[in-house]
């Protein structure tokens, strides 16, 4: 007897993002092996929120599990926006590192824009700073935020078309929903390989209806706003791809902790074509594309210091 399934495909980021981890382990040892210096991250937490250190720890396992070097500098949460900038400084300056973040949220008597644009592009592997994003908004070659670089990297080795559908990110934020829609809806013929899609923006101030009334007519459906359960069956195309960026925590039955997105998984999964799951969807392909960028940035210092 055959079964047939009408149950969406997962994605497993967390499968695709071990092979990028094996790539780039090669590409990181060709890059040595001609002479040049192994690249070199540092990361910066201010402040003792669990939730950051855990973020902060899987990227510096990634980067060991790369070869790529790697600093964590913690500062208290007492620390002081100029002090911030000194230490960015120091590590902007330092010429042994090719790649700099600071984890966010930063502390409230901090400016995150100040703190973000502080970082030099070269170095800004978050791809945060207003250049990089200018940059991203122009169509030129800069480093490209980790999330939105990791949702574009599932949506192409999973093969789902983007020329020309629907897409609808839900969420504006200037980390991931602004950068996502410039990816998503950018010329594909263009040397920075845009996704072609026509692309519809969601976010607070649209009414539940109208939300449901886009994501209906969505091909693809990026969420990335941190409340479980926003977008449920009925909103959901039959075959759409669903990617959930969502990651929040939130106590069971059983009164055990665990992470859950924006979607309604369960239920979704009866109708979309293809869905993300929470954890091992998107997050570990954000740690991924942190280890491509830093190799990224590492490189183009090396050719910048070459000429
Ligand atoms: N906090 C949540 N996501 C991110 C990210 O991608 N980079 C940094 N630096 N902080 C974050």
Redesign the pocket.
Known sequence: MRFTSNMAQIIDGKNMANQIHSELCKELSQFVAEGNPVPHLTAIIVGEDPA?QK?VEKKTEACKKIGIRSRTIVLPESTTQAELLDVIDKQNKDESVNGV?????VPAHIDERTVCNAIIAAKDV?G?NEINIGRLALDMNGIV???PLGVKTLLERTNIPTFGRNAVVVGRSK?VGLPLSILLHSDGSHATKGLDATVTICHRYTPAKELAKYCRQADIIVVAVGKPGLITKDMVKPGACVIDVGITRVQDEAGKYKLVGDVDFDEVRQVAGHITPVPGGVGPM?VAM?MQNTILAAKKQAADRAN
């Open positions: 950051s973020y973040l600071v984890q966010l949220p978050d945060f935020p980790a999330t980390n954000t942190l």
